[in-house]
């Protein structure tokens, strides 16, 4: 059987982390194993500042990129003894590939520029975590994820060929699965030209995924610094409690409204293949963690809070001041979806429409370019969106204590609002 290992940035930040991925690693003795790792610590993060300085020409640009190497070289100091060893040459070379994109003129596609600079945080941290682990005697292949899943080229949101992607998975890794581990990467994918996307911001979990449904895997696991799945971000709150047990379509929602533990798009082929997924401590690997199957709800009693934060709460309104009607929300919603923007929530009234979603100014900016003219617009930026399942209205009093709600939406098992 084959199992799929995820681990993202906070458990591959330094030397200590790729070692104690080692030993998570080690303790799996029974099956074919295929590891999915995303960039180490806040390098994505650090690239984001990179590439928008590259596409800005700003000066900073170098800096930033130096500081990265830094980084990286450290880490690499720290795990092996040899400086000498293969690996360092190995990301050095890597870095020089941004280089050489620094030197050029940006493509006129910001998304484009994106994708090829953001995607060099997963190439890196791959191959040091597959270079120490064959170190450390854990013999595995390294393997370019870009080769295996195919994307159209909406860049920075990929969309999956899951026909050409599967096929390229069953008819390549079951033979290396046999023999050894893989290690490859999360977040990105190829197209046809041979160009790289990425899958949508924190898409490493989607990764492993795609690729444990392509090979019938027998499960996958997402490694946290939480013990699994819990009712509420421990930075955020004191008291969280820990869900032994999930379904896949709770999950789904939880995710949906943003709850950073799985990426949304996880769920759906994992739920398709029957295939459980667990959250589990890459600090406690023995202990339970949560899971993820088709189970029925055993804890639906339980509050999940959900905060969304960096949010605009943007209105629309007609400009001849008549009622906002069909015509009017599909020119909103054709811009939205044109952009790649998801709409966190939404209202209408008669001669206004409400949206809340999260804040990029690049995206905005375009966003306000395109509708400025059939529509007045007005916003509130900095803000925070509060999505509460299976909520008790105490809750929405004390969450809400001291400030200002915006925009507020009750269903029958979800509450919503907007905080300023």
């Known amino acids: 059987m084959i199992q799929v290992y995820k681990f993202g940035g906070a458990s591959v930040k330094d030397a200590e982390g790729v070692k104690n991925l080692a030993k998570v690693v080690s303790l799996n003795t029974q099956s074919s194993l295929l590891i999915v790792i995303s960039a180490m610590g806040k390098t994505t993060n650090a690239l984001e500042k990179l590439t928008y300085a590259y596409v800005n020409q700003s000066h900073e640009a170098q ?14 100091t720290d795990l092996f003894n040899d400086p000498s060893h293969p690996v360092f040459d190995e990301i050095s070379n890597s870095f020089i590939e941004l280089d050489w994109i620094l030197e ?17 945080g997963e190439l890196v941290s791959t191959k040091i975590v597959s270079a120490y682990l064959n170190y450390a005697g854990l013999d595995n292949q390294w393997i370019d994820a870009r080769g295996y899943i195919q994307t159209d080229n909406t860049y920075r949101e990929g969309v999956v060929d899951w026909n050409k992607t599967t096929s390229i998975i069953q008819q390549n890794l079951p033979q290396i699965l046999a023999k050894k581990t893989i290690v490859t990467q999360g977040f990105i994918g190829g197209t046809s030209e041979n160009f790289t996307t ?68 996880t769920i759906r082929p994992l739920f398709q293949a029957n295939i459980p997924l667990f959250v589990k401590p890459f600090l406690n690997p023995e202990e339970s963690g949560t899971i993820i199957n088709n189970d029925p709800f055993i804890s639906a009693d339980q509050q999940a809070i959900i905060v969304k934060k960096n949010q605009v709460l943007t209105s629309f309104f ?11 929300l599909s020119a909103i919603f054709a811009v939205f979806a044109s952009k790649h923007i998801k709409i966190n929530m939404m209202q209408i009234s008669a001669l206004s429409f409400s ?22 617009i007005k916003y509130n930026a900095d803000l925070e969106l509060y999505t509460i399942r299976y909520f008790r209205h105490e809750t929405i009093d004390l969450l809400s204590k001291g ?18």
């Open 355 to 376: 949206v809340c979603f999260d804040y990029d100014q690049k995206k905005f900016e375009q966003l306000l370019k395109l509708l400025n003219t059939t529509f007045r």
């Open 198 to 265: 990425t899958l949508g911001r924190e898409g490493s979990d989607y990764s492993a995924a795609i690729f444990a449904s392509a090979l019938k895997a027998e499960s996958v696991t997402i490694w946290k610094d939480v013990p699994g799945v819990l009712n509420a971000d421990p930075k955020l709150f004191n008291e969280t409690i820990k869900f032994s047990q999930l379904p896949y379509t709770e999950a789904m929602e939880m995710s949906y409204y943003g709850a950073t533990v799985i990426h949304p798009k």
């Open 63 to 76: 800096n930033l990129l130096d500081e990265i190497k830094s980084y990286h070289d450290q880490i690499l």
């Open 318 to 328: 007609t400009r001849d001041f008549s009622f906002i009607s069909e015509e009017h």
């Open 104 to 120: 050029e003129e940006p493509h006129p596609d910001y998304d484009f520029n994106y994708d090829q600079i953001v995607s060099v």
């Open 403 to 420: 400030r200002i709600i915006l925009m507020e939406q009750l269903s029958r098992n979800t509450a919503q609002f907007v905080l300023k």
